[in-house]
Nanobody, 126 residues
Framework: QVQLVESGGGLVEAGDSLRVSCAAS????????LGWFRQAPGKEREFVGT??????????YYADSLKGRFTISRDNAKNTWYLEINSLKPEDTAVYYC?????????????????WGQGTQVTVSS
């Protein structure tokens, strides 16, 4: 079992940057795929990006529509992943979730991730 805990959300202004965190525990985290998703009010949950990690090397993949402003990174020593969002827009307002699978796969599909965090709210004011 993998436990995921997000933190770092909040209220920011348009144009700001924000970094949200996802701390992982349990299971073997040496080979893992960690995805980020978001869900805006009244909308379906959507894929933001993912990092596949194995043998100490991470590889990232992002949704085409979000490339350039979102960056996923990992602090291996802390077993914590980060999602940095730059040039925030009001339409980035959403609950941001991290999700994990212990399979080495690059997936945009919600169903492929077995473990989910509770989410953290990001609100961007105009």
């Amino acid at each position: 079992q993998v436990q995921l805990v997000e933190s770092g959300g909040g209220l920011v202004e348009a144009g700001d940057s924000l970094r949200v965190s996802c701390a992982a525990s349990g299971g073997s985290l040496s080979s893992i795929s960690l995805g980020w998703f978001r869900q805006a009010p009244g909308k379906e949950r959507e894929f933001v990006g993912t990092m596949t990690w194995t043998s100490g090397v991470g590889s990232t993949y992002y949704a085409d529509s979000l490339k350039g402003r979102f960056t996923i990174s990992r602090d291996n020593a802390k077993n914590t992943w980060y999602l940095e969002i730059n040039s925030l827009k009001p339409e980035d307002t959403a609950v941001y979730y991290c999700a994990a699978t212990l399979r080495y796969m690059r997936s945009t599909r919600i169903a492929d991730y077995e473990y989910w965090g509770q989410g953290t709210q990001v609100t961007v004011s105009s």
